[in-house]
């Protein structure tokens, strides 16, 4: 299948700062990628929907000011956590939907904030 | 919201054939049926999607009913590595987004 990767693949930071996540789609170009967090024992949550050259489309309940995704490339998307608090701590998973509409994930990022 | 159901989890003996069932009672027409699975502290694996006839791949199998109302996902011969939760997903129509349900912890038996 696609290959997805994420990077990086943990990172530990103190409260306020800010911290990128980068999502690439390897193999293919992906005009659509999707941001899921997931807690501890839990199941994944969709956060928002990234389209290629356009504004992320957020869930509901999903701060935009707060997680900044850019999709400024068909193969890259970032996710970038502003003013980090400990309950923004993590598993934050990326996804790419290929040309035939699958979706593959990314590893994952295991955020910890201080 | 999740549109399907499944078994909280599941016991399956390595080497065995592993079926794992999933309600889909309310699917629309235009919508697909599709599997992930997770293995702990790892992102999802697409297993395998479906839309009425059955389908096969390396990984699995997917039955489909005829009426569309639920699923089964077999493993034809688990192994220790196929331990992990796996999710039923329905997709398609107006939202078209994978919505993760809570799934079924697979656990194989050596």
């Known amino acids: 299948g696609a290959v997805v990767s994420q990077h990086p693949s943990w990172v530990i930071c103190k409260s306020g700062t800010s911290v990128k996540i980068e999502c690439r789609s390897l193999d293919f170009q992906a005009t659509t990628m999707f941001w899921y967090r997931q807690f501890p024992k839990q199941s994944l949550m969709l956060m928002a929907t990234s389209n290629e050259g356009s504004k992320a489309t957020y869930e509901q309940g999903v701060e935009k000011d707060k997680f900044l995704i850019n999709h400024a490339s068909l193969t890259l998307s970032t996710l970038t956590v502003t003013s980090a608090h400990p309950e923004d701590s993590s598993f934050y998973i990326c996804?790419?939907?290929?040309?035939?509409?699958?979706?593959?994930f990314g590893p994952g990022t295991r955020l910890t904030v201080l | 919201d999740a549109k399907t159901t499944q078994p909280t989890s599941m016991d399956c003996a390595e080497g065995r054939a592993a079926n794992l069932p999933c309600n889909h009672s309310t699917i629309s027409g235009n919508e697909y049926v599709y599997w992930y699975r997770q293995i702990h502290s790892q992102g999802p694996q697409y297993i395998i999607h479906?839309?009425?006839n059955n389908e096969t791949n390396e990984m699995a199998s997917l039955i489909i009913t005829e009426d569309r109302k639920s699923s089964t996902l077999i493993l034809p011969h688990a192994t220790l590595r196929d331990t992990a939760v796996y999710y039923c997903?329905?997709?398609?129509?107006?939202?078209?987004?994978?919505?993760f349900g809570t799934g079924t912890l697979l656990a194989v038996q050596p």
């Open positions: 479906g839309l009425k």
């Open positions: 996804s790419a939907r290929d040309y035939i509409d699958t979706q593959y």
């Open positions: 997903i329905v997709r398609g129509g107006a939202t078209n987004k994978l919505i």
